[in-house]
């Protein structure tokens, strides 16, 4: 710094804009296992339901079944994420 000037007032000004750009949390997820990916909102086991996807696949000489859950928000139906 130079003789006469002083620093300028960057921390709170830098804090407003962060905020005005990425915003903040409107509601806290941390209650729920569960988070929508569409509704960005958190949601238990009652507001999901589960699709079951069974795919055969080889291994050595057999064919097994490999079963892959999804679990989509009653809501939209978008896919959830375990948030827990």
Known sequence: ???G???RPTA???YDNWDDIFGEDDEDLSGFEWECLKCEKGLDEDDLY???????EPMGD?????IER???CNNCG???EYAG
């Not at 589960?50 to 055969?56: K, P």
């Not at 057999?62 to 490999?66: A, C, D, G, H, Q």
């Open 70 to 72: 999804m679990a989509h």
């Open 50 to 56: 589960i699709v079951e996807e069974i795919n055969h």
């Open 5 to 7: 000037s002083k620093q």
């Open 12 to 14: 709170q000004s830098f």
């Open 62 to 66: 057999r064919i097994v079944e490999r």
């Open 1 to 3: 710094m130079s003789k």
């Open 78 to 80: 978008q896919e959830a």
